[in-house]
């Protein structure tokens, strides 16, 4: 049976709808995507938020995985809805249920605060993403086979990006794709911030598929450079957020300390859901039993560590203590961040643990990634231009690395004055540490304080 065939098979009596704030009505009109919703492991994305440490930041970022997969399926549907309508010859019938499938599930194996743990346990979301689809016996696999016994490979290599049909990749994973549509609205909605909005309406509007891929009628051209710069501005201003990263770092250290203490035998109390982590055995099984929930169990319970390094990072990251930090350039200013966390591990810290790091970059757009398609930009002919060629704000951003470079420290370094008493009694060094800062930055006390 074809896909298109199991689809108009599929058809809900009554469609069910799901009541959103960025999108207000989410519809649902097939009973196997109904049924994936219900499945345990997208169910599991409630337990997942999605900006992570950001909620630290922007208090009213309590959204999910769940309601941002949601908001991915409901853009890809509008969009696939309107490419039936209006572009029959140049979109294939048959691509719409593997489309809105791979759309709902494309971020089904994140993690707790995804990208840290990832760092911290050499994960991968994406690889778990289709496990997940793949592996017999998950309840996602066993809903999509209804459809072909190849199906759950279809929807796979669309996350991939193998699947044959590049209209489909694009869709789901490019510079402007339905995900990207999504969270940068919906993270705008919840943070508060204005940055993130831009017309999606419009762009909708405008969108259109054509043999190699996906593009925007020349005429939709402002909605999609608006699109860009609501990218940029959401990158500097609310995901590379010096706080949100202070939180992430303090997890970051936090996690690397638990693992330290369990590979020595330390680790009390322990934690036996972290246990495959630390011991690089773990199974899909286990990884569906995390959320951040269980994370959070985890770090609650390591508040009363009898490792005095645990027990403070542990309390806090709940109590919203982050790490510090001041800006410095990298490669430049190496030396003085070395010198930087001599000083901290001079008093009563471990350097390795109480000092890291922190670089966040990110390319707003870029016509030159091989691994990227351009966005491309159709004229009345039929004939292509890409986005920058078209945009000067749009090429004023392209291909240029936008970000900064932070060492992250305890708060006490950073503040006007001592205020913890064990640190108190390291005055010269806490003086000599003061040396090395200018408004937020690092820099060469035996320079000019000017910049020189």
């Not at 982590?277 to 199974?283: H, I, Q, R």
């Not at 390094?309 to 542990?314: E, G, K, N, P, T």
């Not at 757009?365 to 890409?386: N, R, W």
Request: charged share 25%.
């Amino acid at each position: 049976m074809s896909a298109d065939k199991f689809e108009r098979m599929d058809r809900l009596p009554f469609e069910k709808v799901f009541k959103d704030p960025v999108h207000d009505y989410i519809h649902v009109r097939h009973r196997i995507l109904l049924d994936l919703i219900d499945t345990k492991e997208f169910q599991r994305l409630r337990r997942i938020k999605q900006l992570g440490t950001a909620q630290f930041t922007f208090h009213g970022a309590e959204h999910s995985r769940f309601s941002h997969s949601l908001g991915v399926y409901e853009i890809t549907r509008k969009i696939v809805d309107m490419f039936e309508r209006n572009y029959p010859q140049e979109w294939d019938l048959d691509m719409r249920l593997v489309t809105l499938c791979a759309a709902l599930l494309h971020d089904l194996g994140h993690g707790p605060f995804s990208h840290t743990f990832e760092k911290i346990f050499d994960t991968d979301h994406e690889e778990f993403t289709t496990d997940i689809i793949l592996s017999e016996g998950t309840e996602i696999h066993d809903v999509l086979r209804r459809v072909s016994p190849d199906f759950p490979n279809q929807v796979a290599s669309v996350i991939t990006k193998e699947h044959k049909n590049p209209q489909v990749v694009q869709l789901i994973s490019s510079q402007i794709d339905a995900d990207r549509m999504d969270y940068l609205q919906r993270d705008a909605f919840f943070t508060g911030a204005t940055y993130g909005a831009f017309d999606l309406s419009r762009i909708l509007r405008v969108i259109r598929p054509y043999k190699d891929g996906i593009a925007f009628q020349y005429q939709g051209m402002h909605a999609v450079e608006d699109y860009v710069v609501s990218r940029f501005q959401m990158y500097m201003q609310v995901y590379f957020h010096p706080a949100s990263r202070g939180m992430e770092v303090t997890l970051d250290r936090l996690l690397y300390r638990a693992k330290q203490l369990y590979e020595e035998g330390a680790l009390y109390p322990q934690f036996p859901l972290l246990d495959p982590f630390f011991k690089d055995t773990y199974s899909l099984d286990d990884y569906l039993k995390l959320d951040d929930g269980v994370l959070q169990t985890a770090i609650n319970l390591w508040t009363n560590s009898e490792d005095a390094y645990l027990s403070a990072l542990s309390k806090m990251f709940l109590n919203r203590q982050p790490f510090k930090s001041l800006s410095y350039q990298k490669g430049k200013d190496d030396y003085l961040v070395e010198a930087l966390r001599d000083i901290v591990g001079n008093l009563k810290y471990d350097k390795d643990i109480f000092t890291r790091t922190n670089s966040s970059s990110d390319l707003p757009y870029d016509y030159k990634l091989k691994s990227k398609t351009p966005i491309h930009l159709m004229q009345a002919d039929g004939t292509l231009v890409e986005l920058s060629e078209a945009s000067p704000i749009v090429r004023s951003l392209s291909g240029n690395l936008h970000g900064d470079h932070r060492l992250f420290v305890p708060k006490e370094f950073l503040e006007n004055h001592l205020t913890n008493k064990a640190v108190s009694m390291f005055q010269e060094d806490y003086d000599e540490f003061q040396k090395y800062i200018l408004n937020d930055r690092i820099i060469d006390p035996n320079k000019n304080r000017s910049g020189e």
